[in-house]
């Protein structure tokens, strides 16, 4: 297909950008940092080659703001101190190079955290221990432990902890942050009924669950310079629940897309493990009811590896998709649609197992490095 006529193809501004193709990097958790949470060189070279295949943005992976309750993940990259920052300077230089904006996933894991060299202890809006068991994947085992109750100091330091994260993206050279609202973690578990049995401005009504994601969108933006781009991830599924629905429906989709809207997002990533499908039983999906009820591009993800499939997305109302695991099988996926060429199968068990670390073959050769 010559790519002038195809919808995927055509360029998109987003904050200071202009992406030249609709199809990003989707976040992705690879538990390659160093211990103490520093990017590598490794890293550098993973997330560069992405942006050399085509993919018009990247998308990290959840990174942990603050030295407290975020981290989530043994060998998780943080964004909580300054040595933190040096080493992402080698990650987007790398990509910058490769002429693509990248942005850092800010996550708090709150009540799904397996893994924190800085406490043991979990923080969540009630004491609830998640459904479910710790992920392998990431060197987990069993179940969750039971958090503790944030108080509303906790909720604070929260917000200031993002907010701080998020500077230190800036100067990291990040051209945006992704507020990660999605999945299971921490602002999540705000949204999330079963998890937020508070009694104050944060539990209730949905006006009062999608509360503190506002806040933390809102203070990140406040904080950040005009043209850095700051979004906000958002899924009804979680890794421990993939069921789990918004029990208001469609009534709770428009007060969270336009509540996020009003709190300055520049877009709205939505999530589901088939974005193509209703969002419940039946009727419009994530991407249309985010594209009703939110003013701010949407970006879809979750199943879209078949071009068709992303472009039926794109016609649903997407401005952006991105590609988790059709990423790691063609990480020049856009270069090789454009072109025609086929696409690979992704391989679970050659990329995945037995843990989810970056493998050497995933990675150019170390000349190809940039430092
Ligand atoms: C190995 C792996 C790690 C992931 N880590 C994250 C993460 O850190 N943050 C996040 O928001 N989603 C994460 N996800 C979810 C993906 O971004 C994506 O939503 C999901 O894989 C569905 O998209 P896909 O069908 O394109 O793979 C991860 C997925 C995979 C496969």
Known sequence: MNTSDDSLFDSV?????????????????????????????????????????????????????????????????GIANDDHVEAWRRVTDAVHDEGAPIFAQLMHAGALSQGNRYTDERLAPSAVRPKGEQLEMYGGRGEFPEPRAATADDIGDVIENFVAAAERAVDANFDGVEVHGANGYLLDQFLTTYTNERDDEYGGDVENRIRLTAEVLEA????????????????????????????????DAAVIFERLTDAGADYLHVTEEDVTTPAFESGPTLTELADRYGDVPVIANGALEDPDAARATVDEGADLITLAKGALANPDWPQRVAEDRPL??????????PDATIDESEVPEPADADD
């Open 220 to 251: 990140v933006r406040a904080a950040t310079p005009d043209g850095f781009v700051v979004g906000v991830r958002i899924s009804q599924s979680k890794v421990n629940d993939p069921d789990y629905r918004w029990p208001g429906g469609e009534d």
């Open 13 to 77: 501004d987003l904050g200071d950008e202009t992406l030249p193709n609709r199809v990003g990097l989707a976040p992705m958790t690879r538990t390659s940092a160093t211990a103490d949470g520093r990017a590598t060189t490794e890293m550098a070279r993973y997330y560069a080659k992405f942006a050399r295949g085509g993919f018009s943005f990247l998308i990290t992976e959840g990174t942990y703001p603050d030295e407290a309750y975020g981290q989530g993940y043994d060998d998780q990259p």
């Open 344 to 353: 690979e199968d992704f391989d679970f068990q050659r990329i995945l197992q």
